[in-house]
């Protein structure tokens, strides 16, 4: 069956006349089964199209022939990290518990494998059921590494070494990013990426952290739960680069009032293997031991063993696939949506490009992702989660004043708890339209709250309109509507802080 493209709500007649002449085995090929990839062939298959898609066998440890159906978030990333975390939470409830009169003893056991068990049985199930829910959309799927071999053609290279060839109206890379070691040291082989760091066998009691980005402060967190010893290293003053300075702060105390150790504009400058473990040599000259170093140093766009050049696709800098404000490269047929392009790189997002992209495709409704007001989180212990802009980005971006509102307090359980860690949270207000242009909050549950205060601001709530609203009390989350004191006013032409 035929169908025309539709861009900017006018026929792309050159594209539709093309399709007419020439058949084609499917209408969608998508290579890559994660997030984004699965959202895109469910949902093209829903509008009517023939799709099928391609993914690397399952391993929880991926490498560039191994991956699964359900990509870096169902089998490690997002979920397995988060379940890593849920067990890390325990220590800190079981430490809080005795003053809520819970008689426990000082020495409580743990169990790591049996966590490890769990999470990777949990990650296994998720694998099948991504399978089936392909599987009951119509989704004819292919295991095995595919490679774009034309405008419309895709060459899949199966488990035995044999290969198969399919041609495609339409070709969608959904192939995701790959944790990497950007750390040229000596020794860099001793260290481990996000991936192994999920699959660990032994729970390591010592253990070192290079980065200040999500990753690092999560793993830090995750392991310093369990009862490691944690050192992070990162270059900037604070961890979080790019989050709101002032929540950064926070973030950084809680860390510390966890127990783990900080080095501000520290690296690590040799790694080396000896009987009692991995000496690590700074370049501040600082000498420490650990069991497990994590490099936690970004990600790079899965696009090196794609062939895109045969089909002229081009790429950035980075690796990652060019496309416009629809997904698409600069080649008519091939589309590309998730971390592999690198605009924002989180799961929703991917979901909300899958989605976009179909419509604009197969459903005759041209649909532009809209990367505004997307909020996310970070789950280190505090949790810090965001929506809209932080004050440094609203000083650059807005032309009128600028009200800060903040509150910062003990959490009413630590009153009993006894626990030394404040939650905040903060409000972003344009002084002239009084529309809330960021929210910010650090402590327990803060993306179970973002999560609906990003409603709010999607859409276009003013300050009035949450003071206007009735709080659910006792809860951290009726302080967003209770906050009724400036905390500042920056005037309009202010510079916008370094971001430290």
């Avoid at 079981?94 to 999470?119: P, Q, T, V």
């Avoid at 659910?472 to 302080?479: Q, R």
Wanted: charged share 25%; net charge neutral.
């Amino acid at each position: 069956m035929s169908r025309k493209m539709l861009i900017d709500g006018e026929v792309n007649n050159s594209v539709a006349a093309d399709a007419e002449e020439q058949v084609y085995d499917y209408d969608l090929f998508v290579i890559g089964a994660g997030s984004g990839g699965v959202r895109a062939s469910r949902t093209s298959a829903a509008l009517g199209a023939k799709v099928a898609m391609c993914e690397l066998p399952f391993h929880p440890i991926s490498s560039e022939v191994i991956g699964g159906v359900g990509g870096t978030c169902v089998i490690r990333g997002c979920v397995p990290k988060k379940i890593l975390v849920y067990g890390a939470s325990f220590a800190g409830e079981f430490e809080d518990a005795r003053n809520f009169g819970w008689e426990l003893s000082e020495k409580i056991d743990y169990n790591w494998k049996k966590l490890l068990h769990n999470k990777t049985q949990e990650i296994t199930r998720l694998n099948g059921i991504y399978k089936r829910m392909l599987s009951n959309s119509g989704v004819k799927l292919f295991e095995g590494e595919g490679k774009v071999a034309g405008p419309h053609e895709v060459e899949l290279t199966q488990s035995d070494g044999t290969k198969l060839s399919f041609s495609a109206k339409h070709i969608l890379v959904a192939t995701g990013s790959r944790a990497q070691r950007v750390a040229a040291i000596p020794g860099q082989e001793l260290a481990i990426t996000s991936d192994e760091a999920l699959s660990l066998e032994e729970l390591p009691k010592r253990a070192v952290v290079l980065g200040g980005g999500y990753i690092a402060v999560e793993f830090a967190s995750i392991w310093r739960g369990l009862g490691a010893t944690v050192d992070i290293f990162y270059r900037k003053e604070l961890p979080l680069r790019g989050f709101d300075d002032e929540m950064r702060t926070i973030v950084a105390k809680n860390l510390e009032g966890r127990g783990i150790k900080l080095h501000p504009g520290a690296t690590l400058k040799e790694l080396t293997k000896t009987e009692e473990g991995i000496k690590v040599i700074t370049d501040q000259g600082q000498e420490l031991m650990a069991d497990v170093v994590l490099f936690a140093t970004g990600r790079a766009p899965n696009t090196k063993r794609l062939n895109l050049q045969s089909a002229g696709v081009e790429l950035d800098r980075s690796g990652a696939i060019k496309v416009d404000e629809f997904s698409r490269t600069n080649i008519p047929s091939i589309w590309a949506v998730g971390d592999v392009t690198n605009r924002i790189n989180l799961t929703p997002v991917a979901l909300m490009e899958g989605s976009c992209f179909s419509k604009t495709v197969f459903g005759g409704q041209p649909s532009k992702p809209d990367y505004r007001d997307v909020p996310c989180a970070v789950f280190c212990i505090p949790p810090l989660s965001v929506v809209g802009l932080s004050e440094e980005q609203a000083v650059e971006q807005v032309k009128g004043d600028i009200l800060i509102f903040t509150s910062t307090f003990n959490p009413m359980k630590n009153t009993i708890s006894g626990r030394q860690e404040k939650t905040m949270m903060k409000l972003i207000v344009d002084a002239e339209t009084d529309k809330v242009l960021g929210a910010s909050m650090c402590g327990p549950d803060a993306a179970e709250i973002m999560q609906g205060i990003a409603i709010a601001l999607k859409c276009g709530a003013t300050k009035a309109q949450f003071d206007s609203t009735v709080g659910i009390h006792p809860s951290a989350a009726e302080e967003f509507v209770t906050m009724r004191t400036v905390t500042r006013r920056i005037p309009a032409g202010s510079k916008p802080k370094t971001n430290l």
